[in-house]
């Protein structure tokens, strides 16, 4: 299975349970962010539609506490692992 498909498909069966994603940022730093896959909230941005589908956004809920400026993407096949709903979901990357 490619990798973008099982972290969308490990999303998707995570529905509105909090998931913690682990992943390397292009600059190579490592960040963890958690989310609710089911948030629908409107997402900040320019309006235009991804094109990259391997770009998942997502609203960090930890950021969200702080300000509205919570709004946060990931490159699935930049994910090191993916854990939501007591599963765990382990890539190298």
């Given at each position: 299975m490619e990798k973008t498909e099982a972290?969308?498909?490990f999303l998707t069966n995570c529905g509105s349970s909090i998931v913690s994603v682990t992943f390397v940022?292009?600059?190579?730093?490592?960040?963890n962010i958690?989310?609710?896959?089911?948030?629908?909230?409107?997402?900040k941005g320019t309006g235009a539609p991804?094109?990259?589908q391997d770009i998942?956004?997502?609203?960090?809920?930890?950021?969200a506490k702080e300000n509205n400026a919570a709004w946060r993407s990931f490159d699935c096949t930049r994910v090191i692992s993916i854990k939501g709903r007591g599963e765990v979901l382990n890539f190298t990357v």
């Open positions: 972290v969308r498909q940022k292009k600059d190579g730093a490592i960040r958690q989310f609710n896959p089911a948030d629908s909230s409107d997402v991804l094109k990259n998942v956004k997502c609203r960090d809920f930890r950021l």
